[in-house]
């Protein structure tokens, strides 16, 4: 079955530390470009990291700095390490795979960053 599934949401304080995973299943993932995107209570998802099959990174200019996209192509997994949290990240995390036409994604994980 071709999916990918987030873990390690959850609540942190500000200024707190939070570990996303996504593992895949169902493709070859060392073949995808795999990225992390956001989507907060009335807003619109943004893209928060990709990471290319070639390990380029490409973070948002609102977390540069702060976040960290890596990949585990020996264990079908992409990370989002996110440290310093603020309010403002606060949001549902969504995992996606692109490759040519497919375009995956996961059901998400709820961050929450408040005191």
């Known amino acids: 079955q071709v999916q990918v599934v987030e873990s390690g949401g959850g609540l942190v304080q500000p200024g707190g530390s939070l570990r996303l995973s996504c593992a895949a299943s169902g493709i070859i993932f060392r073949l995808y470009d795999m990225g992390w995107y956001r989507q907060a209570p009335g807003k619109q998802r943004e893209l928060v990291a990709v990471i290319t099959s070639g390990g380029s990174t490409n973070p948002a200019d609102s977390v540069t700095g702060r976040f960290t996209i890596s990949r585990d192509n020996a264990k079908n997994t992409v990370y989002l390490q996110m440290n310093y949290l603020k309010p403002e990240d606060t949001a549902v995390y969504y995992c996606?795979?692109?490759?040519?036409?497919?375009?995956?994604w996961g059901k998400g994980t709820l961050v929450t960053v408040a005191s």
């Open positions: 996606n795979a692109r490759l040519a036409k497919a375009d995956i």
